[in-house]
């Protein structure tokens, strides 16, 4: 039996940064034109509030904000070339939804390996540029 530690948890964390007026959105480097919000999965044994502070601070550098947990849960089927990473058979993750509004826009701090632009647009930008139809739902809530 396949120890399932030894792949990528099934679950994650999407983290919306905003502030009255705009929306951060990244673009992944290991993906032509995907841009989204702060994401990532949650380490076995780790909290989802964890994983969004660590996310959100290793991909933007943004860290001293208050986070919010929406409660929301969505389930969506994972990319292809990204199912390699999971346990066998593994064909769907868990979202979890977290908010963070911060007073204005600020200099991002990117990690090159994982992202390779940021972008700070309205949110009606943000919403057509995001490629997941969960990002388009979180930022469409704001």
């Not at 994650?12 to 502030?19: E, G, K, N, P, Q």
């Not at 601070?57 to 929301?72: C, N």
Request: glycine share 4%.
């Amino acid at each position: 039996m396949v120890d399932p530690r030894h792949h990528k948890r099934p679950e994650s964390v999407m983290v919306v940064v905003y502030t009255d007026d705009a929306v951060l959105i990244i673009k992944r480097a290991d993906h032509k034109n995907f841009w989204q919000s702060v994401t990532g999965s949650l380490e076995w044994g780790e909290q989802a509030m964890d994983t969004a502070k660590r996310e959100l601070a290793e991909e933007t550098g943004i860290s001293g904000y208050p986070i919010i947990d929406t409660g929301i849960r969505r389930s969506y089927d994972i990319l292809k070339e990204w199912r390699h990473k999971f346990a066998p058979g593994t064909l769907r993750n868990q979202e979890n939804l977290f908010l963070c509004k911060i007073p204005e826009q600020v200099e991002v701090t990117l990690d090159p390996n994982e992202h390779t632009e940021y972008e700070w647009l309205s949110h009606e930008d943000a919403m057509k540029k995001v490629f997941s139809w969960t990002n388009k739902l979180a930022i469409q809530m704001l």
